[in-house]
């Protein structure tokens, strides 16, 4: 098993200068979600820029024009050359750039970083307390890469058919699934963790248990269950701790699911949640695992990163060491 780094919050970093400048100048460009952080994305890019002025001179700023244009160019930016790109935006733009980048067969693989500038950000929470856009682009453009896991997951997409995409934090099946479609059909719910509450309270008369079959690892699994959800990272949700014993740099998922839970325990186990003391209810199972097989009746959506994906059957892997990351 690989070895589980701890980053420092910034209250315990407070006092540490920041790392000097590479000696050979990165090639960088940034991906930038205009609508992210509330559609303040583009007036807090610029801001950051403009208090930035010598360390960002010669980044280069690509605008995202609708969805799933991160990935356009994040493709682009990986056939250019560049050895650094920049997610600003969410966690929604942070998948789409890291499935740009990693399906994009010309050009070497550059590294990742990522500048909160959306609602949730839930991934780089397993590095750091808080969020501070102007700390992580620093952080972005002096310093060297980590290695992180990547998840594959298989799936159900648009009109049946098979896709694979890769992510970095957290995929749920199930009633997070379910809240992430309300998310997207309600644009004006997307205010962080607010939001996400919101849309879980209106998702909570429609909840119902899946019959999942599946295997862990090749151990079968049985469960009535309204969710599961296999975890790289420890949040999701603007800033529920869903996995608190999972890690961006280990080489197994924790896998969290719930075994008979009623709506009103669901509710009960929401303030738990956000201090991970939910693994503590008789109703929640957790396990490790490198590989997940699930099958759900009737089929469960599927998200990624808050993001609808599709629908179960899901396999999902976890790769290694797979993606140079910049932690904060």
Not at 139 to 149: T, W, Y
Request: glycine residues 10%; aromatic residues 6%.
């Amino acid at each position: 098993m690989l070895p589980v780094r701890e980053y420092p919050s910034r209250d315990d970093n407070r006092e540490t200068p920041p790392p000097p400048l590479e000696k050979r100048s990165m090639k960088t460009a940034a991906i930038l979600n205009p609508a992210s952080g509330r559609g303040d994305g583009s007036r807090l890019w610029a801001r950051l820029l403009s208090e930035l002025p010598r360390e960002t001179k010669n980044l280069v700023t690509w605008i995202t024009q609708g969805p799933g244009h991160a990935e356009v160019l994040a493709a682009r930016a990986r056939r250019l050359g560049f050895d650094r790109v920049i997610a600003a935006g969410g966690d929604g733009t942070l998948l789409d750039v890291v499935n740009g980048l990693w399906w994009e067969t010309q050009g070497t693989l550059p590294s990742l970083a990522m500048v909160s500038l959306g609602t949730g950000c839930d991934y780089l929470r397993s590095f750091r307390a808080r969020p501070d856009p102007a700390h992580e682009l620093l952080s972005a453009l002096r310093n060297p890469a980590d290695c992180v896991a990547v998840g594959m997951a298989d799936l159900k997409g648009p009109g049946g058919r098979a896709i694979r995409r890769v992510f970095l934090n957290v995929i749920g099946a199930g009633f997070d699934g379910s809240v992430a479609l309300r998310l997207q059909r309600n644009a004006r719910l997307k205010l962080g963790k607010a939001s996400y509450v919101a849309a879980l309270l209106r998702e909570l008369p429609a909840l119902k248990p899946y019959r999942l079959e599946g295997t862990l690892d090749g151990r079968a699994l049985e469960a009535e269950s309204v969710m599961m959800a296999a975890c790289l990272g420890r949040y999701f949700g603007a800033g529920m701790m869903i996995g608190p014993d999972a890690s961006p740099q280990a080489d197994h998922f924790q896998v969290i699911w719930s075994e008979g839970a009623k709506p009103l325990e669901l509710l009960g186990l929401l303030p738990g949640i956000y201090r991970g003391k939910h693994l503590e209810h008789p109703s929640v199972r957790s396990c490790s695992a490198q590989h997940l097989r699930v099958k759900a009746a009737p089929p469960a959506p599927v998200e990624a990163e808050g993001e609808p994906l599709g629908w179960t059957p899901l396999s999902v892997r976890i790769l290694p060491e797979a993606l140079s990351f910049v932690p904060p």
